[in-house]
């Protein structure tokens, strides 16, 4: 099979999720009518069925689909395709298959922003200790992602973390991310677990446990932690902003389990993000333009901002950080001042029903933004 295909990489994406989202196919860059002729061709070839259940329809590999997958590349797919994991007998229950899916989708766009996923393109996460001796040398760059399942091959420390919505570690050149999967919902929810999650990356980053990569890359002690949340279109993004966590603080609120919480959309504009948020040298080039024209904080108003314009707190806004942007909402109100925010013109629409009249907002051009740094 010709692995350079759009049929390859739907398998790819059915295998290493377990059940593919139809949504996958846009990240493909499949309009509806060929999407819908690519699904019928590999269902007829035998490689790939429609599981439809509960109103919720997705794709799953076949046995053929997943021996031709593993007589073609092994080392990439047995991780996924044996044993009774998720992702080789994932199971009918609809949260499950949510998951499934909304990893699918994580997966297809973290691949279309540079991000290696695949397991025989990357070392494992968590080497053995370092008395033992050398760290094997891997020719692999970061960013890098390694889903949940792969972080619990720690073994028994992994065990704190069961219960983490994590979808898996994004490894950037600067910080980490764990990410997480929302879709168009509240997802559940444990500040404790998830605390637990930041306190195992960094206990490993102090340690130097963490892997070394291709060129013996190596996290410091203090590299930050973040969360990154994936949601479906950027109204999600609100409702996680403005949730309080619902009955016994279950489902998701912005709490202090993590310093940062970013939030992209699953869509063209997320990927932008992503390739955003992984590349220190473009949010520095992209923070330094836009402040090139506006005068230095101002000590004097007592809450946290990036710039001053025309006697107004700046915030640069552009990388959604809504932990930020709450506690900006929130000074602005406590000081009784007005702010501005600095954003992409795909973020405003959120922002203005989030802040109102306490906020004026400034947008980049997102596909001018693209054209400039990305091409």
Known sequence: MDTSTSAYHLMEMAAISGECSPRVLAHLHLNTSYGEKLITRLKKEGHIRTHYKDGLRGYRLTSR????????????????????SDTNRPRSDIPRRLR???????????QKAGVEIFRDRKPPLFQPGTQTGPVPAYDMTLPAFYHSREVKELGAEAVKIN???TTGILLAPECIYAVFCTGGALMKWEYRTELKVKA??????????????GGGLRYHPDTPIKALIIG?????????????????KSYFYLDSSFDFFHYVP?????????????????????????????QPPCPDYGLEHDAVSEGMPVLLAFDFDMLRLSRFRTALSFHGLAGNL???DFQKPVLQQYFGDAAAIETIDLYKFERRFLH
């Open 232 to 248: 479906e279109g950027m109204d999600t993004a609100l409702k996680l902003m403005e949730s309080t966590g619902g009955f016994q």
């Open 100 to 110: 499934l899916q909304q990893a699918s989708i994580a997966y297809a766009m973290l």
């Open 163 to 165: 219960n983490s919505r």
């Open 266 to 294: 699953d869509d063209a504009a997320g990927i932008t993000m992503i390739r955003l948020l992984c590349s220190p040298a473009l949010l520095k080039g992209l923070k330094n333009l836009l402040l090139s024209d506006l």
């Open 200 to 213: 195992l990356l960094s206990y490993h980053t102090s340690r130097g446990i963490l892997s070394g990569m």
């Open 65 to 84: 689909g997943k021996k031709l997958l593993l007589a073609e590349n092994p080392a990439r797919f047995s991780f996924y395709l044996s044993g009774c």
């Open 342 to 344: 600095v954003c992409f």
